[in-house]
């Protein structure tokens, strides 16, 4: 049996579906301490479940690829609870930053994604350089 929190925070973002909100969570936990998105959770933490078909991770995984420079590919694990599927992005913290998701940089801040300002990335990109 898999643990999933109950809480979103620093490392844990719920998700209802697969959209651009999960990449922009894996870019903010790539340029922050690393952290896990669960796909078929509402923000309360109720599990809902979602509907799988054959490709949809491997599709999943590819979208995350295409929209992300550097490249994320994420750990993604498929946690089945009381019969419902719920997936799992995990990302380590990146070590080149800053990470973008087609064109746009995010950062986590205690439970919430925020877009960085230009100076924001610079300064994240010399820190990592230093």
Do not use: C, W
């Amino acid at each position: 049996m898999h643990n999933i929190p109950v809480i979103e925070d620093q490392n844990t973002e719920f998700k209802v579906s697969f959209n651009t909100g999960v990449i922009e969570s894996l870019v903010a936990f790539a340029n922050a301490g690393g952290g896990t998105v669960y796909v078929g959770v509402d923000d309360s933490g109720k599990l809902l479940g979602i509907q799988l078909a054959k490709e949809s991770v491997q599709n999943f995984v590819n979208e995350i690829k295409s929209k992300t420079a550097p490249v994320l590919i994420p750990d993604v694990n498929v946690i089945e609870v009381d019969g419902k599927q719920i997936v799992a992005f995990q990302i380590q913290e990146y070590p080149i930053k800053p990470v973008a998701v087609q064109g746009r940089y995010y950062k986590r801040v205690n439970n919430s994604n925020h877009q960085l300002t230009v100076g924001e990335v610079v300064n994240l990109y010399l820190h990592t350089i230093n």
